[in-house]
C-alpha cells in the first residue's frame, strides 16, 4: 500500500456558463469579473452571480467561475437538491447528458437549461507528472484518509490527469463539514 498527501478544496456550490448563457444573463459582450483565483490553474470566481430557481424553491447569490465554458453546468450540493427540488446525480465535472435542468436568473435575463445539474463527484486533480509518480491514470479511483475528530475515509474518489491541473482533491460542503475539513487540509491518499 502506497500513501500521499493532497492538499482539500472544499467547493461550494456554484455554476459554470458558456458564453451564450453570459450574454444572455449579463448582457451583450458581457466579459466575467475576476475576483480570487482558485486552486486549478487559470480557474477564478468571479463577481456575478445568479440566482436559480427549481421546481420547489430559489437560490440566490449563487456564485459564478470562469472562465466561460463549452455548456453551462450547476454543481450543488446534496443538501441544496432539497429547497430547489431537484435530484441531480453524483458525476463528473463536465458528464450532464441526463442531468435535471434549473432556471438561471441574472440581471440581464434569465435561461432554462434543460441538463447540466450535478452532485460533483470527490475527486483528485493532478498532473501527468504526478500520476507518473503514484502510478495513476486518468479515471482510476482511491481512497483518502482523514484523521481528527472526526475521522474517516473518502471512498472512490475520482482522478483527474491533465497537464493544466494542480494537485488538489475536491469534495462538497457536505463531504467538506461531514468530516470537519477546513481548505488547505492535508489528506492521506491510499493506493492499494
Do not use: W
Request: with cysteine.
Amino acid at each position: 500500500m502506497q500513501t500521499f498527501k493532497v492538499p482539500v478544496g472544499i467547493s461550494n456550490r456554484h455554476v459554470h456558463l458558456s458564453e451564450e448563457h453570459i450574454e444572455i444573463l449579463f448582457g451583450a459582450g458581457h466579459q466575467l469579473t475576476r475576483t480570487k483565483d482558485l486552486s486549478q490553474p487559470g480557474q477564478f470566481a468571479c463577481e456575478e452571480t445568479v440566482t436559480l430557481v427549481g421546481p420547489k424553491g430559489t437560490m440566490a447569490n449563487i456564485r459564478v467561475l470562469g472562465p466561460a465554458r463549452k455548456a453551462t453546468q450547476v454543481e450543488l450540493a446534496a443538501t441544496d437538491t432539497f429547497k430547489l427540488g431537484v435530484k441531480p446525480p453524483v458525476r463528473d465535472s463536465g458528464d450532464l447528458s441526463g442531468t435535471p435542468g434549473l432556471e438561471l436568473v441574472g440581471p440581464a435575463g434569465k435561461v432554462q437549461v434543460e441538463a447540466g445539474t450535478i452532485i460533483a463527484a470527490r475527486h483528485i486533480h493532478m498532473t501527468p507528472e504526478d500520476a507518473e509518480k503514484y502510478c495513476l491514470k486518468d479515471g482510476d479511483h482511491v481512497k483518502v484518509q482523514v484523521t481528527g475528530p472526526r475521522a474517516g475515509v473518502f471512498e472512490r474518489v475520482l482522478i483527474r490527469v491533465n497537464p493544466n491541473y494542480a494537485l488538489d482533491m475536491h469534495v462538497d460542503t457536505d463531504e467538506g463539514n461531514a468530516f470537519g475539513l477546513k481548505n488547505g487540509d492535508l489528506l492521506d491518499v491510499i493506493i492499494e
